[in-house]
């Protein structure tokens, strides 16, 4: 039987699920805004987030009815409509040419001789600095429909990546509350499965300067992990990077981890241009990639709402929102990637 998002919604309480033990913020906080107890001494409290809007959305992304959401599918189109509508009931801003830009596509039977594409794109402006970006993003996409396993041929792709998608909304949401100093861009991109043409369309023509990009942050298959743990891949190709990542593990509900990005990791294991960062680092921007290492379900049609893990799948949300606000507080100059 496969379970719904208010079913695992009745686990979230044991995580500090917003508005069960949260705490109003503390100093340096936004004021009011809801916060959970700190993991350990010396860190902050971390931000509650809308952990029932997150399971809701991830559920809506994964569900069957979207058929796997691949490349210039309708499904696809739905699912990116439905990403759009949510930046838009949450009032969060556009970039020029609007909410929806266009990306092309090589047209070829690989990407279902579709030419061009769609990111979902939305801007919450900087206090401060807001000529200066700090770029979210995550794949909405997944492969569709394939060969069946017992009887199911739909890949819904709920880790892969539903997952980071529907967090995309939940960290648009914080921040919109929580201003920035720095402008964040929130970016869902399409075909990352099939050549990445989101991300490469976002950085070949860029609607904000590429020279004020200060960072990256790729979320990639987050929502579960039998180990209760997370990477965060790049500060091997940028050590500068490295501090303020390793202080956000120190805090984190999650055990997260630095690794899987130097060729030191081995053959495949190296994952800088594995998904949407690669398009980042291709241009020398600074990036942290937040993802698990691949399970079971990985690329087939058992990678379902029902299996994400909640308590991890927020803790590594709440993770990814302590690690942009850090660096929004203290943003690190950009310097050429190590080999």
């Given amino acids: 039987m496969r379970l719904t998002a208010t079913a695992l919604l009745l686990t979230l309480p044991l995580f500090g699920c917003a508005g069960n033990g949260s705490q109003k ?36 992304l994964a569900d069957d009815s979207m058929r796997g959401r691949h490349l210039g599918s309708p499904e696809g189109a739905k699912a990116r409509d439905y990403l759009a509508s949510r930046f838009d009931a949450l009032g969060i801003g556009t970039i020029a040419p609007g909410r929806l830009h266009r990306v092309p596509v090589i047209a070829a039977p690989r990407n279902f001789n579709v030419d061009h594409a769609f990111n979902v794109v939305g801007v919450v402006r900087g206090s401060v600095s807001p000529e200066q970006y ?57 075909g990352e499965e099939r050549g990445m043409p989101g991300s490469r369309g976002f950085v070949d023509a860029p609607t904000v300067p590429l020279d004020q990009i200060l ?35 120190n ?22 241009n594995q998904s949407d960062q690669g398009s980042f680092h291709r241009k020398g921007i600074p990036f942290v990639y937040f993802g698990v290492e691949d399970h079971a379900d990985y690329h087939k049609p058992s990678d379902t709402p029902e299996r994400l893990m909640p308590g991890f799948y927020v803790g590594v949300v709440r993770t990814v929102a302590d690690f942009i606000r850090r660096f929004d507080e203290a943003p690190v100059a950009r310097v050429p990637a190590a080999p």
């Fill in 215 to 249: 960072v990256n942050v790729n979320l990639d298959m987050v929502g579960r992990n039998a180990k209760n743990e997370v990477y965060a891949a790049g500060p091997g190709k940028y050590p500068q990077l490295r501090p303020v990542v390793e202080a956000t593990a």
């Fill in 134 to 190: 700090i770029v979210v993003t995550a794949h909405f996409d997944h492969v569709g429909i394939g060969r069946a396993v017992e009887n199911d041929s739909i890949y819904n792709g709920a880790d892969d990546n539903a997952s980071g998608a529907a967090a995309l909304v939940a960290l648009a949401k914080h921040f919109a509350a929580a201003p920035p100093r720095h402008s964040i861009v929130f970016a869902a991109v399409d």
């Fill in 251 to 272: 805090c984190s509900p999650v055990t997260t981890l630095l690794g899987h990005d130097t060729p030191a990791a081995g053959p495949g294991n190296d994952w800088t």
């Fill in 25 to 60: 913020a503390s100093s340096g906080q936004a004021p009011g805004l809801a916060m959970i107890p700190a993991t350990r001494a010396g860190c902050a409290p971390l931000p509650a987030l809308d952990s029932v809007g997150l399971l809701r959305d991830v559920f809506r």
